[in-house]
């Protein structure tokens, strides 16, 4: 609870509470997030970790690293994690000393408090062309293996490697799906063999949004189309998902490997493109990825893989501004940096959703008391952009204790308050820092908290969380 620190903060038992919530409310509805981190502007892993535990219905995510800051932010949540593995340290994992000095610095410091499941030996490795890298590839997937059975975790964390569809030949039709030539027996092959063997599955990262054209739009989003027929099954297919993941199974099928689990490792759709590119956009990401939540846990499954649910992973958590390349690849997050919805797509728990929504649709600017000429009336006191979370909860810490006694104090910003969420620091701290400015007389520097605050004309109240003033 970031409210106060003379009140309990996340003790062990709230969190076994709400890792069983979330374990029973979410076995139908679950959903994963990539968190990348290439931009300069995200809030703290620890913060992360405690907003999705308790704000959304993200119980699984990926990092592309593995990052001790981030392992060790998941601690005592649940949340599953899954950990991939640079595609620079692929060569050096094929040696048995370096896979066992890996697992003991970035695994077994941090298990079972983490809950580690999986780890990704490199991504899109096939894609890079890079000999080396492809030729190590499955060599360091079954010694990590190895590394990981000497220490008696095989069975707890699995190996696996996402692959791009650049692997594949042919996708269309589905049912013609095809590795291509020279990587198919040399390398998936065995590849494939290891997952079996390991009880792993098999991780593609499908992207309708780059494969669309201005006429296969409604396709790719899920939206009512006429969609494409396969004249080989006579199946038609209504959006390229399914189509792209049924591709994979009949390459997969054709190889003898039709049994195994086909994981979703990346797929998104951004907020924001080039002028060229076709689709990319507010709208059609939160449409996206709203339609596919609902489609990959529905139990619909595909027309060759029917009846079943595909653990999945949206790509991605937060825009990441210092990404190379078009535009797009910086924007496909679905949180800004603090911590508000880009767009709703369900993902929140519906005291939050209702709290963010209020949040957007009353603020507005204040307006002056009608009578009197109260100092500072019509003026808020916040938290600045970019202070550090340290500074802010250390001023959360400092105004609840100075306020005892003072009117709600900050009751409203602890569990069951009106302003208890979004249960971040940021946003409790704006909360708390309101408090003491109106409270000590609305003088500007009362809202300084060491140039961490920041006075504001538009009321930040929202729903039935209000704002002194």
């Not at 009353?362 to 100092?375: F, I, V």
């Amino acid at each position: 609870m970031a409210a106060s620190s003379s009140l309990p903060h996340h003790v062990p038992t709230a969190l076994t509470l709400l890792f069983i919530l979330v374990s029973a409310t979410t076995t139908n509805g679950s959903i994963g997030v990539n968190y990348g981190t290439v931009a300069d502007d995200l809030p703290p892993p620890g913060e992360v970790a405690r907003f999705l535990l308790q704000s959304t219905v993200i119980n699984r995510v990926r990092i592309f690293d593995p990052n001790p800051e981030l392992i060790q932010a998941f601690a005592h949540t649940g949340i599953q994690l899954t950990v991939t593995v640079p595609n620079d340290q692929i060569p050096r994992l094929a040696n048995l000393s370096f896979a066992q000095q890996w697992i003991k610095s970035y695994i077994q410091p941090y298990f079972p408090a983490t809950n580690l499941v999986r780890i990704l030996v490199g991504n899109e490795v096939l894609s890079t062309g890079n000999r080396l890298l492809i030729g190590t590839l499955v060599p360091a997937m079954q010694t990590l293996h190895a590394a990981l059975a000497g220490a008696s975790l095989d069975r707890r964390i699995q190996i696996s490697t996402p692959h791009s569809l650049g692997i594949l030949s042919a996708s269309t039709p589905p049912s013609a799906g095809k590795f291509h030539g020279g990587y198919d027996v040399h390398i998936l092959k065995p590849l494939l063999g290891f997952l079996r063997s390991t009880n792993s599955p098999f991780m593609i990262n499908p992207y309708p949004f780059f494969g669309c054209s201005e006429e296969t739009l409604d396709y790719a989003l899920f939206r009512p189309n006429l969609g494409f027929l396969d004249p080989n099954t006579r199946i038609r297919y209504t959006n390229m998902l399914d189509a792209q993941l049924d591709a994979v199974f009949s390459a997969m099928k054709s190889l003898g490997f039709g049994d195994l689990e086909i994981v979703i490792a990346e797929t998104g759709w951004p907020s924001k493109g080039e002028p060229s590119q076709i689709g990319a956009g507010q709208e059609n990401a939160a449409q996206y990825n709203r339609n596919l939540m609902r489609h990959v846990n529905s139990g619909d499954g595909t027309p060759l893989m029917p009846n079943r649910t595909f653990e999945t992973y949206i790509f991605s958590l937060f825009n990441e501004d210092l990404k190379p390349g078009p535009t797009c690849e910086r924007n496909f997050g679905l949180f800004g940096p603090d911590l508000t919805p880009a767009y709703d797509v369900g993902i929140l728990r519906p005291t939050v959703s209702t709290a963010v929504a209020a949040r957007q649709a009353t603020p507005s600017p204040a307006e002056p008391d009608g009578g009197g000429e109260r100092k500072g009336a019509g003026k808020w006191c916040v938290a600045k952009e970019g202070a550090d979370v340290d500074s802010l909860q250390r001023n959360i810490d400092y105004v609840c204790g100075a306020l005892v006694g003072l009117g709600p104090g900050c009751g409203p910003i602890q569990e069951g308050g009106e302003c208890f969420f979004p249960d971040t620091v940021r946003a409790h701290a704006a909360y708390a820092m309101n408090a003491f400015y109106q409270a000590m007389g609305r003088n500007d520097y009362d809202c300084d908290f060491r140039r961490t605050g920041a006075i504001t004309a538009v009321d930040p109240s929202y729903g039935n969380c209000k704002y002194g003033h």
